[in-house]
C-alpha cells in the first residue's frame, strides 16, 4: 500500500534490527529444541515427552513473561527491556551447557523464557507496528520473516554444532553468539516520533478499533491457543519424524530449514495481503492451508518428497503468524498494543508449548506420530470456527458505524 502521508526513514532501521533480533531469539526458544531431541534421547535415555518438556518449559516461560513484559514495554519503552531479555536468554544459553539433568534443563528454560523471550517478543513486534502510520502489514511481515529464518535455521545450525561440539558445546556457541549479535543490534531501536494530524488520520484509516478490546483479545487468545497448537506439531517434531524414517539429522534439520526458508516468503507475502484484503482474511486464509495439509506428513517416506510437501506446507503456514500479529495492530490502539500482544501471544505460546509436548507424549504411547499430527489438524479446524465470529463482528461494527 503507498500513501503521500511522510514516514520517518528510520522505520526500515527498527524492521531490520527486529527481524534479527527474532530470527535468533525466537528460533532458538521456539523450536531450537527440536534439534537436540535424538540427541538427547541417546545420550542421557531420556523419552521423547520428557525432552520436548524443556521446549515446553521454555515456551510456558515466555507466554506468562509476555503479561508483565509487555505493559512494562508500554511504560517503558522498547529497548532497555528488550536489552534486559537478550542478555538473560544469552546467559540461559550458556548455563545450559553445564547442565545434565531434567530439571535443571526445565527450570532454566522457564527462566529464559520468563525474562528472555517474553522481554523480547511483544516490545518487538508492537514497536515495528507503531512505527508503521501505514502499511504495517508488510513491514510486520518482514520482522516476522526474521523469526522464520530463525525457527529454520537454529534447529539448521544446531544439528552441524551438536554434531562437531557436541550437546553443551552446542548449548555453549550459541549462547555466545547471542549475546555478540543481540545486544548491539537492541541498542538501535528506538521510540518512534510523535505523529502529526496528518499521519494519525491516515493510520486511523487501516485501523478498525471498533469492536471493544477486550473482546478482540479474548477471541484472538480463544483461537491462537489452538491455532499455534497445530503449527508447533511439525515445528518440535518434524525432524524426528523424518529421523524416525531413516535419514539422519542434518538431512532432517535441511528440510525445516528449507521449509521456513520458503516460510520468509510466505510472510512477506501474507503481510502484503493483509495490506490489502485485510488482517483476520489474510490469517483465516493462511490457518485454513496449514490445517488443510499438516496431517499429510506422516504418509511421506521420501526425503525428496519431505522436501516439495515442506516447500508447499511452510508458504502458507508462514502467514499464520504475520496474520494474527497485523490482526492485533489494526484491531487495538497503540496505547495498549503491546499489552496485548503480551496477552494474546501468551496463549499462542500455550498452543506452542501443548503441541511440541503431545507430540512427544503421543508418539511415546503409541510409537508413532499419526495420532499427534491428527490433534494438529482438528485444533486448526477449531481455531477457523472461533476466528470466524471475530471476522463477522469486525464487519458487523463496520457496517454499523457507516
Given at each position: ?142 520482522a516476522s520473516a526474521g523469526q522464520a529464518l530463525g525457527q529454520g535455521g537454529v ?79 511439525p515445528l518440535m517434531h518434524l525432524v524426528p ?162
Amino acid at each position: 500500500m503507498t500513501s503521500p502521508v511522510p514516514q520517518p526513514q528510520y522505520r526500515w532501521v527498527i524492521v531490520t534490527a527486529s527481524a534479527l533480533i527474532l530470527a535468533i531469539s525466537m528460533g532458538a526458544i521456539v523450536n531450537g529444541m527440536s534439534a537436540f531431541i535424538v540427541p538427547m534421547q541417546d545420550q542421557f535415555g531420556w523419552a521423547r515427552g520428557q525432552i520436548a518438556l524443556i521446549n515446553f518449559a521454555g515456551i510456558m516461560g515466555l507466554a506468562f513473561g509476555g503479561l508483565f513484559m509487555g505493559p512494562l514495554s508500554d511504560r517503558k519503552g522498547t529497548r532497555p527491556v528488550v536489552i534486559f531479555g537478550v542478555t538473560v536468554l544469552g546467559l540461559c544459553y550458556l548455563a545450559a551447557s553445564l547442565m545434565s539433568a531434567l530439571w535443571q534443563f526445565y527450570l532454566l528454560f522457564f527462566v529464559a523464557g520468563f525474562f528472555g523471550a517474553a522481554a523480547i517478543f511483544p516490545p518487538v513486534m508492537a514497536a515495528v507496528g507503531n512505527w508503521f502510520f501505514v502499511g504495517a502489514g508488510m513491514a510486520i511481515g518482514i520482522a516476522s520473516a526474521g523469526q522464520a529464518l530463525g525457527q529454520g535455521g537454529v534447529p539448521f545450525v544446531s544439528s552441524f554444532l551438536i554434531k562437531s561440539f557436541g550437546i553443551s558445546g552446542a548449548f555453549g556457541v550459541t549462547g555466545v553468539f547471542m549475546l555478540a549479535t543481540m545486544l548491539p543490534l537492541s541498542l538501535l531501536l528506538r521510540q518512534p516520533p510523535a505523529a502529526n494530524d496528518a499521519q494519525r488520520m491516515a493510520s486511523a484509516a487501516e485501523e478498525n478499533t471498533l469492536v471493544p478490546t477486550n473482546t478482540v483479545i479474548v477471541t484472538m487468545s480463544a483461537a491462537i491457543i489452538l491455532c499455534c497448537t497445530c503449527m508447533s506439531t511439525p515445528l518440535m517434531h518434524l525432524v524426528p519424524l523424518i529421523q524416525d524414517r531413516g535419514f539422519a539429522a542434518s538431512e532432517a534439520g535441511s528440510v525445516i530449514f528449507v521449509m521456513l526458508l520458503v516460510a520468509i516468503v510466505g510472510r512477506l507475502a501474507f503481510g502484503k495481503l493483509a495490506d490489502v484484503i485485510g488482517a483476520l482474511p489474510a490469517y483465516m486464509t493462511a490457518t485454513a492451508w496449514m490445517t488443510a495439509m499438516v496431517f499429510g506428513f506422516i504418509y511421506i517416506d521420501t526425503l525428496a518428497t519431505f522436501y516439495v510437501y515442506a516447500i508447499i506446507y511452510g508458504f502458507g503456514y508462514a502467514g499464520v503468524m504475520t496474520g494474527v500479529l497485523v490482526s492485533l495492530r489494526m484491531l487495538t490502539p497503540p496505547s495498549r498494543r503491546a499489552s496485548a500482544l503480551g496477552i494474546v501471544t501468551m496463549f499462542g505460546w500455550f498452543g506452542h508449548a501443548i503441541g511440541g509436548y503431545q507430540g512427544g507424549a503421543l508418539y511415546d504411547l503409541t510409537g508413532n506420530y499419526t495420532a499427534a499430527y491428527a490433534v494438529a489438524a482438528v485444533a486448526g479446524v477449531l481455531n477457523l470456527i472461533i476466528v470466524s465470529t471475530l471476522l463477522r463482528k469486525t464487519r458487523r461494527a463496520q457496517v454499523v458505524a457507516a
